[in-house]
């Protein structure tokens, strides 16, 4: 924790010039009053200030000597874009559907605790988004998921988790993202009102679930954010914070999104035998949300919806999603 904090330091050096935004995300099963597989994902994150004008060799600060160094990547430009650095700490966990039990079920998943810290820098225009980052974190005990889960049913008054002296692990887990996104388009109605639509793609390539997906949405609302897409979870990318804040002013919104992910690699079946777990070649997925903004704070809450990454299980993946974003 102490090395995160250092990063967040070194990085709010360059960045806090002008505004930047703080976000907190919760992922859990319980919002949709079932407690097995995807527990809980907790993610805090930190997106800098946008730096528009790293095409010039006067600024040597750490976001645009980032985006110089990423400059040659597809997508990026140092002239017509902004730039900013972004830090993420993210936990997740998984656990069987029976929590009670002390010994492993063989035929259900195991208890799995994993968090990481992501190491990003954003370019975008008014047209596209991109984004590339690395991965660094940890499984087993050191995730600290084991005490996580026990801190939050115990203030949901729900069972104890008792089978976490089985959990997979310690592995150390890195990888490598890449995130574009694009507004298709948006509209200004007569009533006041407006209508956006995008889609956005990403590739994570890691060792506990590596995975290249595409997702669209369309949302309607008033004074609707700048941001490229909805806050769809708190485990994954941080890019739904870039321009989010852009337009003042109060503004509500409700959408709907669909996505298709394909999986390469998942941690929980490349490292146990013992268990019956064969992973999908990919999944589809819905979601559906809805949002408040405000000038310095924006708040959004979905349930979503997905085929198990898991073939053995033809129960859905579902969840929800609470994610507040502060201006700062």
């Known amino acids: 924790m102490r090395a995160v904090v250092v990063l967040l330091l070194l990085a709010g050096t360059s960045s806090f010039a002008s505004a930047s935004t703080l976000g907190f995300a919760w992922d859990n099963d319980l919002f949709v009053g079932e407690d097995g597989g995807y527990t809980n994902g907790v993610r805090f994150s ?39 650095l972004a830090v993420g700490l993210e936990q997740t966990m998984v656990t069987p559907s029976d929590i009670t039990r002390t010994t492993p079920d063989y035929d ?56 976490w002296d089985n959990q997979l692990g310690p592995d150390v887990i890195g990888g490598l993202i890449a995130v574009f996104a694009d507004r298709i388009f948006r509209l200004d109605h007569s009533n006041g009102l407006q209508t956006d639509m995008g889609y956005s793609a990403m590739l994570d390539a890691n060792n506990f679930l590596g995975t290249a997906g595409i997702s669209s949405f369309v949302r309607f609302g008033r004074n609707l954010p700048g941001n490229f897409t909805p806050d769809y979870a708190g485990v994954g990318s941080s890019s739904s914070q870039v321009g989010l804040f852009d ?11 669909a996505s298709a992910e394909y999986i390469g690699y998942f941690y929980l079946e490349e490292k146990t035998d013992r268990y019956n777990l064969e992973t999908r070649d990919g999944t589809l997925g819905v979601v559906v949300g809805s949002g408040v903004h405000l ?14 990454p898991l073939r053995n299980s033809d129960d859905l ?12």
Request: with cysteine; aromatic share 10%; proline share 4%.
């Open 108 to 163: 259900d998943v195991p208890y799995v605790g994993y968090s990481n810290i992501e190491l990003g820098m954003f370019s975008w225009s008014e047209e596209y988004l991109v984004g590339y980052g690395v991965r660094l974190g940890v499984t087993g005990p050191d995730s600290g998921a084991e005490q996580s889960q026990k801190v939050i049913h115990k203030i949901t008054g729900s069972e104890a988790p008792k089978g």
């Open 247 to 257: 337009h003042d002013g109060t503004g509500w919104e409700i959408f709907l999104g």
């Open 46 to 84: 930190w997106v800098g200030n946008a730096h528009d004008e790293c095409d010039g060799q006067s600024d040597h600060g750490l976001t645009c000597g980032l985006a110089r160094v990423i400059n040659p990547l597809p997508g990026v430009r140092l002239e017509g874009q902004n730039h900013a």
């Open 317 to 328: 993946l579902s969840f929800g999603n609470m994610s507040f974003m502060w201006k700062i």
């Open 295 to 308: 000038d310095n704070f924006s708040f959004t809450l979905t349930l979503q919806g997905s085929q198990s």
